[in-house]
């Protein structure tokens, strides 16, 4: 039934389009008849013809040159333009258009009205001289016309309308598609008042007949002047740093912020993708890791295992690497109901082309992890398990202990048992100089890669060290959104705290890269830019909901036990050696040098831990660990 009314929809607009241009091409002929008539006019008035004035003011001549020119402006494509949009190039086309038909009626006078030619030839000269004048007004001026006439229809809805006053940040190609996309919705999506650019050729001017007033940085203090409503940033070219530096100033003031799309985005969408509001993400002030697709062929085909597959990073594993066409992808998880969605959620995207699977069960328990293994013999396994919240494993350590370190090193074990060739492990950039348990116990999953590779003849291991993911389960973000949801105030452990953040998506891609590239021992780093600043995430996130810090507040509770005030992605003996990637944007960093014996005897030390001597233990491994005062 939809698909009959979308039919006879388009067979309508087909009728009516046809409609248009045998109305536009009635006119045409009429408006080039007439003009060739007025040419011949202007050209033999008050002159004595003779035996040649029949012949020159004859109807046929006349229908003749109409015919004509109507078809050379068809071949030339006048009649798929559309003149709403009519600028310089349109001229040009159609004095182009004027030009070619003032010939070919030149040649049909040569072959039809010999006669005439052969009276005078200056009068001949100018006579033609005149017909491409004709032509060329009676084809450009109707269709600039058009075109004053909407503008004129714009302006007036412009000044009748009641939406919001804009400001276009960009007055470039995509600040004048806005303006435009503004001005053909009837401006009721707002109407734009000024543009600001930093352009000093640009100052003062008008693009599409709004004015530019001013550069960026005066976007605070113009805001106020024009009583700007709403802000929309078309800067689509502009660097991840710089979009966050004209955010920042938009956020000073009291507007609706939005971004336009990007050209690619355009494009991609067949120019339907509109404006849409600002996410946190767009404040990291950096460019996200792209997806290197040749880095990762060595999913396709491949039976891909991924543990802790129903969290929110092992999803977007999952995600991603069904994305590669993989033989199957194995959803490990003790949680049942996020990889029960999960499941359906691939099924449905891919039809069946993939075999999903879901298993159930505990990186904790050999026996069941050798059990999947045998099933499926997988030949990349993604460990994403681990318990990951620094406060709650600062009140059971040994739980962390037995998840991330025996649990990791377990999934490990079986890897080289089953002759797996690649296994990656997710860390994370509080293992750096950690004073956390949780940390703590991430590092040695780190050096657990490093000692696996020394041993194993069968499997390459690598880390993915990366620092908080936005939008992850009980991550800052949605904590934050619930509190401004519930009236606030914001709860910030401490004003200065600071953290680097990705999103998920980044996450999941960086760890499938990682894959690709590892030769074995590697811990693999993001480039994640500056890290920002929690207090500064909290308004912003305040501002972004629509409400002010005065009507939310930000309540500062003080640091948590185990919490940094700030987190680093290396060590300094990693800094100083680290090498760059294929990605510009992943860094490897050099194995260090451990006594396999020794480690081994200290993994084995772990099995006998309590909550007194846990830490104790732990400090053993990495004598860089500092805990907190608890």
Not at 291 to 320: F, H, M, P, W
Not at 600 to 620: G, T, W
Request: with cysteine; proline share 3%; hydrophobic share 45%.
């Amino acid at each position: 039934m939809e698909e009959n009314k979308n039919e006879i929809a388009y067979r309508d607009n087909q009728f009516t389009s046809i409609i248009k241009i045998l109305f536009i091409v009635l006119i045409d002929f009429c408006l080039f008849s007439v003009s060739y008539f007025f040419a011949s006019l202007s050209s033999f008035r008050g002159l004595n013809l003779g035996e040649y004035s029949e012949i020159a003011f004859s109807y046929p001549h006349f229908i003749i040159a109409g015919l004509v020119a109507v078809v050379i402006n068809y071949f030339l494509g006048l009649y798929k333009s559309v003149w709403h949009f009519a600028g310089i190039d349109e001229v040009i086309r159609g004095a182009f258009a004027a030009a070619v038909e003032t010939v070919a009626l030149f040649a049909i006078d040569r072959v039809l009205f010999d006669k005439i030619l052969k009276y005078d030839g200056r009068l001949v000269f100018w006579r033609y001289i005149i017909v491409f004048i004709f032509l060329a007004v009676f084809i450009i001026a109707p269709r600039i016309a058009i075109r004053a006439f909407r503008r004129f229809r714009r302006l007036s809805g412009r000044r009748n309308s009641d939406a919001g006053r804009v400001m276009i940040v960009g007055a470039g190609f995509m600040g004048n598609f806005v303006i435009d996309a503004l001005a053909n919705d009837s401006f009721k999506n707002g109407i734009p008042i000024i543009a600001v650019d930093d352009n000093p050729a640009k100052q003062h001017k008008k693009i599409n007949g709004v004015k530019v007033a001013g550069t960026c940085a005066q976007i605070p203090e113009l805001a106020e002047k024009y009583e700007i409503d709403q802000i929309i940033i078309c800067l689509p070219s502009a660097s991840s740093a710089r979009q966050k530096e004209i955010l920042d100033l938009a956020m000073q003031t009291e507007a609706d912020v939005k971004i336009s799309p990007t050209v690619e985005d355009m494009l991609e969408e067949g120019g339907k993708k509109k404006v849409r509001n600002v996410d946190i993400t767009d404040l990291l002030a950096r460019d996200e890791v792209k997806l290197d697709k040749k880095v990762c062929r060595y999913l396709i085909g491949k039976t891909v295992l991924v543990t802790g597959g129903g969290g929110s990073i092992g999803a977007e594993i999952c995600n991603q690497v069904a994305r590669y066409d993989p033989k199957a992808v194995i959803i490990f998880d003790i949680y049942e109901n996020c990889a029960f969605e999960l499941q359906n959620e691939l099924n449905d995207k891919y039809n069946g082309e993939i075999d999903i699977y879901v298993r159930i069960g505990s990186v904790r328990d050999i026996n069941r992890l050798r059990e999947i293994f045998e099933e499926f013999h997988p030949d990349v396994v993604f460990h994403a398990a681990a318990h990951k919240h620094v406060p709650l494993m600062e009140d059971s350590p040994c739980e962390a202990v037995k998840n991330n370190v025996f649990g990791t090193y377990n999934v490990a074990l079986i890897a080289d048992e089953f002759k797996v060739p690649k296994m990656v492990i997710l860390s994370t950039d509080k293992a750096v100089n950690p004073t956390n348990v949780m940390g703590c116990t991430k590092r040695i999953t780190e050096i657990i890669v490093q000692y696996m590779n020394n041993k194993s003849e069968n499997t390459e291991y690598a880390a993915v060290r990366f620092g908080n993911v936005l939008g992850s389960h009980g991550s800052v973000i949605p904590i934050f959104k619930k509190q401004i949801e519930e009236g606030g105030p914001v709860k910030v452990t401490h004003p200065d705290i600071t953290r680097y953040f990705m999103t998920i998506p980044e996450a999941a891609q960086l760890v499938c890269q990682a894959g690709g590239l590892a030769k074995g021992g590697e811990v693999f780093v993001l480039d994640m830019g500056e890290p920002v600043k929690i207090m500064d995430l909290a308004r912003n996130l305040i501002k972004l909901s629509g409400f002010s810090v005065d009507e939310i507040g930000i309540e500062i509770t003080g640091l948590r036990p185990g919490e940094k005030l700030y987190e680093e992605l290396a060590m300094d003996s990693e800094m100083a050696t680290r090498e760059k990637t294929a990605n510009e944007k992943i860094y490897v960093t050099q194995p260090m040098n451990i006594n396999d014996d020794e480690f081994e005897a200290m993994l084995k030390s772990l099995e006998d831990i309590n909550e007194e001597n846990v830490r104790e233990k732990l400090m053993a491994i990495v004598p860089n660990y500092h805990p907190a005062n608890n």
